[in-house]
């Protein structure tokens, strides 16, 4: 199975930024898009790639948040929401069931500045992980999206300055550590240890060109699903959002 993940920062202004092209290029068996701003009123326009059922979870407020799911393999179920009623009305996640496997679409909310939300950000992290593992009884799980948090200095251009910074504070990385004692797996991680990765460029300062950037997109793996992980990779020559694409193959 091959995944893809893609904060797109707006559907329909990545439509007109090659999003189809890059469907169709990619192949991918389940797509997940983060941030799409828009209901499915908004693109009934579209002419997806063929063969792909689509699902949508758009936020109650207009333009906001939201989430995507593409799968051309043929889903057991396809659910909105993680269950939580107060983070389920921004419309950040999205379920498919498959016969081996779950997989989860997510849109983490922002800290914002001065971290403002980060209790509702906690409140997420915790709600996400208790869905996960309800969901793990059952059969694996791959988490992917834009989780809004480097992990490791490693996963940001420039960490001494970022320090309790929205995505790189204590808690939201405590968040994340809570995911890997729960037996979740960095999948890009599994098969890269080195530096300059990233997944998010601020627009401003040229910061894409020079690769100052931070890596908060990611696809988690259930511990169970280790021994079929093929690859995993960042797509950063893929342009039309201030985030890049990521995928994972699984054998």
Partial sequence: MKLLSWNVNGVRAALGKGLL???GTGQADV???????????DVQHIAWPRGYEVLWNSAEKKGYSGTALLTRRKPLALTKGIGSPAHDA???AVTAEFDDCYVVGVYVPNAQPELVRIGFRQEWDRALLAYAKRLEKKKPVLICGDLNVAHEEIDLARPKE????PGFSDQE?????DYLAAGFVDTFRHFEKGPG???WWTYRAGARE???GWRIDY??????LQPRLKRAWIEPHVLGSDHCPVGVELR
């Fill in 162 to 165: 970022n320090v309790g910074n």
């Fill in 173 to 177: 990385r405590a968040g994340f550590r």
């Fill in 31 to 41: 797509i997940c898009l983060q941030e799409v701003k828009a209901a499915p009123g």
């Fill in 210 to 212: 020079r690769n100052i």
């Fill in 219 to 224: 696809v988690m793996a259930s511990a169970a």
């Fill in 90 to 92: 921004e419309g950040r």
């Fill in 21 to 23: 092209d890059w469907m």
């Fill in 197 to 199: 990765h990233y997944s």
